[in-house]
């Protein structure tokens, strides 16, 4: 029942010749070991320090995107698109 559907993409793989020998097979990737998670510990936590004049900001203009998101949306499927983007802009209308 099964004849038809034995061809395979895959070549046979015929057992291993008597001189070949046995393959080691290692992980793609080694454990960090206590010394090098110490050293990328020092590293993030040195880059967020120095970078902390750019990610506080950046930190709270993430939150009030989430927090002023739902009530603008509000006001634009109310109708009051113009008057919502002229009373939120910085400069004064013309």
Do not use: N
Not at 32 to 56: D, M, P, S
């Amino acid at each position: 029942m099964w004849s038809s559907y034995e061809t395979s993409a895959m070549p046979d793989t015929a057992a291993p010749a008597a001189d070949s020998q046995p393959v080691e097979v290692h992980a793609a990737g080694t454990p960090l070991t206590g010394l090098g998670t110490l050293a990328v510990g020092v590293i993030a936590i040195a880059a967020l320090y120095f970078g902390r004049e750019v990610f506080v900001p950046m930190a709270l203009a993430l939150l009030l995107s989430f927090a002023l998101g739902p009530p603008v949306m509000l006001l634009c499927a109310v109708g009051t698109s113009i008057a919502c983007s002229r009373s939120w802009s910085w400069s004064p209308s013309p």
